[in-house]
């Protein structure tokens, strides 16, 4: 029997203004936050401690097909923030050095 997947898909872009000036566009994948319906995201995820710890979070749980659409220096921004597990943090350093 042949078996198909479905893999995560994004349901649009954010874009996220920063306190210290400029802004960050951030891909909106529902699950990545808990509780937020995928209607409620694009709203939440303007204010930029939400956008921060939601790019923390799929940092930690998240495949690289996720990871690969968040912009590279946003992803290595946050990284320090993100509870990882050596081989986790190695992967990630790994995938962000291609």
Known sequence: MKRTYQFAAS???VSVSLARGGSVELPVFAGV????????????????????KY???AI?????????????????????DAIL???RQRAVLFLLAR
């Open 85 to 87: 597990k050596p081989g």
């Open 33 to 52: 936050l808990k509780h937020p319906r995928p209607d409620e995201l694009p709203v939440l995820l303007q204010d930029e401690r939400v956008a921060r």
């Open 11 to 13: 349901r649009g872009v």
């Open 55 to 57: 790019t923390r979070l």
């Open 60 to 80: 930690e749980k998240m495949a690289w097909p996720v990871l690969r659409q968040f912009p590279r220096d946003w992803i290595l921004e946050n990284l320090k």
